[in-house]
């Protein structure tokens, strides 16, 4: 079992920016990837970017490379979503998740554990 915990969310200007934590715990934490999904108001559930620890390197959804870094701390099981440029469509429930399927970290049919959501607004 793991047990992720975000943080971070809240209101914001368009242009401002935030940054989403996530807390990762549990026995087996340090085997899986950590992957950064949202769900917008009537959207489906769509990829955000993901940290693979394994090589050091982050994956984005083209709709904001180039605006959000995401980043992890191996040694205290965090991973972070840090959002700059932010406009009125990145409003959604932000929510971390963990997969072991370092190959297809963009699908969320691969992450077998999820947070709890954490809501970012973006007001214009």
């Known amino acids: 079992q793991v047990q992720l915990v975000e943080s971070g969310g809240g209101l914001v200007q368009e242009g401002g920016s935030l940054t989403l934590s996530c807390a990762a715990s549990?026995?087996?934490?340090?085997?899986?990837?950590m992957g950064w999904f949202r769900q917008g108001p009537g959207k489906e559930r769509e990829f955000v970017a993901a940290?693979?620890?394994?090589?050091?390197?982050?994956y984005y959804a083209d709709s904001v490379k180039g605006r959000f870094n995401v980043s992890a701390d191996v040694a205290k099981s965090t991973t972070s979503l840090q959002m700059n440029a932010l406009k009125p469509e990145d409003t959604a429930v932000y929510y971390c998740a963990a997969t072991l399927d370092y190959l297809r970290m963009n699908l969320a049919r691969t992450y077998s554990y999820w947070g709890q959501g954490t809501q970012v607004t973006v007001s214009s």
């Open positions: 940290f693979r620890r394994r090589d050091g390197n982050g």
């Open positions: 549990g026995r087996t934490a340090s085997r899986f990837e």
